[in-house]
């Protein structure tokens, strides 16, 4: 079946570049914000799921569009999915913006063709692309659990009250999405699936963890902490391909600038499932770092996981006496709520390691080695995946560097 007849059928018509004009001239917000009639737009959309149009004006003014497609453009029309999930980012984004500045902000939403506007940042840079070059990194990760932190404090029952709580679990159901993440995050690298793959050299490695009842039982306990535990409204797939950032630059003064983006995958759940994704995605810039023989920044970035643990932790106490009732929720609460938290965190970040190597939707940082860089990555992503999953009770954050280092 052609893409044409598939997009016909949901009933919205999907944007081309050059209908990009007078889609902004029909909504009164954007044509404000840009002149439609100088607009020049380029799609540069490169994830898994979206169309993005990057838009500008004669007066350098400027706005990107993300439309939800109602396909995985990864994969293409033969697998549908709702474009309905752009009506959830648009929700999670405006929560997300309510409780932090380190997030992309919305502009306009249009729920009649899953259009979202959002404010530009081409002069910011996706995490992803800084850490393979061999960019700094200092204070990203840190950033960003400050932003975790803030979010999952501010969208708990701890801060809205038990009603409203449940009020916006429900209505912040996704349930489309969440099954991506249940397939290809915890389920499919385990058990197995058709869209797995790995290049030869790691084809005995991910042999061997399949055949370990260990690692996959600790899989499935967190799949059944994702689907089971709802304590605050999360990112959902906080990897460093959804993280802009640009500077410091001490020749301009110009600070750090860090902003989570592509929340389609919100959803309320448990708050170790953003920081483990987080992790992982840290362990990867470092397993690409040991296998360029650059064993300083590899400790470096392994060491995030340490630091930004550490600024979560800080946060959520300094939230803490903000809004919560001391009369239900005593300070054990959160010591406790805690270490459940850290133990989430180190599994959710073994089950993307696991993912990220073996399953569909693989990172640049372990793909773009050549074989011998890869099988050293790799081979140690699925050596980090066994630890954060199997031992997540007892592991320390020094263990986890002397792994990756030794
Ligand atoms: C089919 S979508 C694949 C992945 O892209 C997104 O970034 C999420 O990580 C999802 O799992
Ligand atoms: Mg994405």
């Known amino acids: 079946m052609s893409e044409q007849v598939l997009i016909a059928e949901p009933g919205y018509a999907v944007l081309a570049a050059d209908a990009v004009p007078e889609y902004v001239a029909s909504r009164p917000v954007l044509a404000e ?22 838009c500008a004006d004669a007066a350098g003014r400027r706005l990107v569009l993300k439309q939800a497609l109602p396909y995985v453009r990864l994969v293409g029309p033969d697998w549908p999915m709702t474009p309905a999930r752009a009506a959830r980012e648009a929700a999670a984004l405006r929560a997300h913006a309510e409780l932090s500045d380190d997030v992309c ?74 099954a991506i993440t249940e397939d290809l995050i915890l389920t499919e690298p385990y058990l197995g699936a058709p869209r797995n793959s790995v290049r030869p050299p790691l084809e005995p490695v991910v042999a061997g963890l399949q055949a370990d009842p260990s690692w996959v039982a600790a899989a499935m306990a967190l799949k059944h902490r994702f689907l089971a535990c709802q304590e605050a409204l999360l990112h959902g797939d906080l990897h460093t391909g959804s993280v802009f950032v640009r500077g410091p630059d001490e020749n301009t003064g110009d600070t750090l600038s860090v902003k989570a983006f592509d929340v389609e995958f919100a959803c309320y759940g448990p708050v170790g499932f953003d920081l483990g994704l987080l992790w992982a995605n840290m362990l990867f810039a470092g397993a690409r770092a040991v296998a360029l023989g650059e064993p300083d920044r590899a400790r470096s970035l392994f060491g995030t996981l340490a630091s930004s643990w550490q600024r979560f932790t800080e946060r959520l106490w300094r939230h803490w006496p903000t809004r919560r009732d001391p009369a239900k929720y005593p300070d054990g609460f959160l010591t406790w709520w805690l270490a459940e938290i850290a133990r989430d965190s180190f599994g959710f970040a073994g089950c993307e390691a696991a993912r990220r190597t073996i399953g569909l939707a693989k990172v640049s940082d372990l793909e773009s080695l050549d074989d011998t860089g890869y099988e050293v990555a790799g081979t140690l992503m699925l050596r980090f995946s066994r630890a954060l999953l199997v031992e997540r009770d007892t592991l320390t954050f020094d263990e986890i560097v002397a792994l990756g280092t030794s």
Not at 111 to 139: K, W
């Open 33 to 54: 914000l840009v002149d439609p009639a100088t607009l020049r737009v380029s799609e540069v959309g490169d994830g898994n799921l979206n169309l993005v149009f990057r």
């Open 105 to 178: 902000r919305l502009v306009d939403f249009d729920p009649d063709r899953h259009v979202l506007a959002l404010e530009d940042l081409s002069d910011h840079e996706v995490f992803r692309a800084r850490l393979n070059a061999g960019g700094p990194h200092d204070e990203v990760a840190e950033r960003l659990a400050e932003y975790v932190a803030d979010v999952a404090f501010g969208t708990s029952f701890l801060a809205l009250g038990e009603e409203e709580f449940r009020r916006r679990a429900a209505g912040s159901v996704n349930p489309e999405l969440c």
